[in-house]
């Protein structure tokens, strides 16, 4: 069989240019380590103009919380006053000239001007009231709802726009050894692009593709040693792991009498100790040798 290793393909949810590569190949890295940093201008102008807009929702939401200002509302009560003397003047000029048409010294029709600026007075007055209530009360509950409904949605914004910006610098997501680096420092990649692979430390596990014939020898949990040709030794590997559906034919059945398909499952062997297995080394098994328990 063939060694076989977790290998991590980093790629970031931008796209943009490579701003810095900060490893080579066959760098062991850590996790957290940062591996490159993409430049995003557009994304910096977007932010700004997203806080902006966050800033501006904010002011009319304070607005609509802090209610009307006072010299508006001291305005407001000022014109209800005035309204309300005219109502009082409007009534004695209506009851003096009603009471000198009773006595025959005005006309009917100076009376029905007296009544009528007596109504326009109080009409006045109502809607004087009706201003001066609206600015003491400031903006109304709905107002309030939509202006808090837009910093909401502002701030959303701005916090998608920084995520996206965090995602600018990638980092190691576990401890592992650089295998290939795919773009450079200055090239332009898309959103998602690997620029960097990983080998996942600890992750080797020999695989072998093994004969159906062959399962009755293994199972998971039993150990082998095994040559390692690159390592120049022995080590020992225990079965952590048997396919339960079949792959491919090694052996076809060549005639009609009896003979069936030899099919082949994936089996993979842990290394028992921590030995420097690389992707793609030979591991040879011999399964007439196993190890004790």
Do not use: H
Not at 182 to 200: C, M, Q, R, Y
């Amino acid at each position: 069989g063939f060694v076989e290793c977790t290998t991590l393909r980093l790629g970031s949810k931008i796209a943009g240019r490579i701003d810095k590569l900060f490893v080579e190949e066959g760098d062991s890295v850590s996790r957290g380590d940062t591996l490159y940093v993409i430049s995003t201008p557009e994304l910096d102008a977007k932010l700004a103009q997203v806080e902006a807009m966050l800033s501006g929702a904010k002011a009319i939401d304070e607005k609509a919380k802090a209610g009307t200002r006072k010299p508006i509302v001291r305005s407001a009560r000022d014109m209800w006053r005035k309204a309300q003397a005219g109502v009082t003047l409007a009534e004695k000029t209506y009851a003096r000239v009603q009471r000198l048409n009773a006595e025959g010294v005005v006309t009917a029709q100076k009376r029905d001007e007296a009544y009528a600026a007596l109504v326009a007075a109080r009409a006045t007055e109502r809607a004087a009231k009706s201003q001066y209530m609206l600015a003491v009360e400031g903006a109304s509950r709905e107002d309030k709802e939509a202006a808090e409904a837009q910093v909401r949605q502002a701030q959303s914004v701005v916090e998608e726009v920084e995520r996206y910006l965090a995602d600018r610098v990638v980092c190691a997501p576990t401890d592992g050894v650089v295998a290939t680096i795919v773009a450079n420092e200055g090239e332009i990649v898309g959103s998602g692009f690997p620029v960097v692979t990983i080998t996942e430390n600890g992750s080797a596990k020999a695989v072998f593709n093994v004969a159906e014939t062959m399962l009755p020898q293994l199972s998971c949990g039993k150990r082998f040693e095994a040559e390692v040709p690159a390592l120049g030794k022995r080590v020992g590997f225990e079965v952590v792991y048997i396919s339960s559906v079949a792959d491919f034919a090694t052996q076809s059945a060549t005639s009609a009498r009896g003979d069936v398909d030899i099919r082949t499952f994936e089996v993979k062997l842990e290394p028992l100790e921590g030995v420097a297995l690389r992707d793609g080394m030979s591991v040879v098994v011999e399964l007439q040798k196993p190890l004790k328990q």
